[in-house]
């Protein structure tokens, strides 16, 4: 990613940058956890159980934003396990089209329902306005930070 030149960061931002990562670093574990739900296999699971229809591996790559080479490994890793299958499309004799299974739907819902029970938890602790504050604040951050990168590419 490419940066602006040079320019100077405030003395507050270069110690929230500090902060920052001594949280990340202190937290990498479960940080590594969250992007694993987010982007691996069950981010997977969970489209293919939301969507209940038949997929083109393409159209996985671009709702999961992965590449098909990351695509076609959780989809072979994913068969192998028994929770999705894949077909030829009969309309279509090129295409592939992928399928979650029972076992599949099982899995999805379990660690969906895991997923929202710890994030239920945190948020219960934290209680209602600091939870409203969070929110407001995590999104405002990820959208400047979309906006950064965009800006810089």
Not at 19 to 26: P, V
Not at 105 to 126: D, G, P
């Amino acid at each position: 990613m490419a940066t602006k030149k040079n320019r100077e960061i405030p003395d507050f931002a270069k110690k929230a940058i500090v902060i920052f990562n001594e949280i990340m670093s202190k937290k990498r574990e479960v940080m590594e956890c969250v992007n694993r739900a987010n982007k691996g296999e069950l981010s997977m699971l969970h489209y293919l159980s939301l969507t209940n229809t038949p997929s083109l591996p393409s159209e996985l790559s671009t709702e999961l934003n992965s590449s098909a080479a990351r695509v076609s490994a959780m989809l072979g890793s994913l068969e192998k396990k028994g929770l999705i299958k894949r077909d030829i499309d009969k309309s279509n004799r090129r295409n592939i089209l992928v399928t979650i299974t029972d076992d599949g739907h099982k899995i999805a819902k379990t660690e969906i329902t895991e997923i929202e029970q710890a994030l239920a938890h945190v948020f219960i602790k934290m209680g209602e306005t600091d939870t409203a504050d969070y929110l407001k604040l995590f999104g405002k951050f990820l959208l400047i930070l979309h906006d950064y990168m965009n800006e810089n590419t």
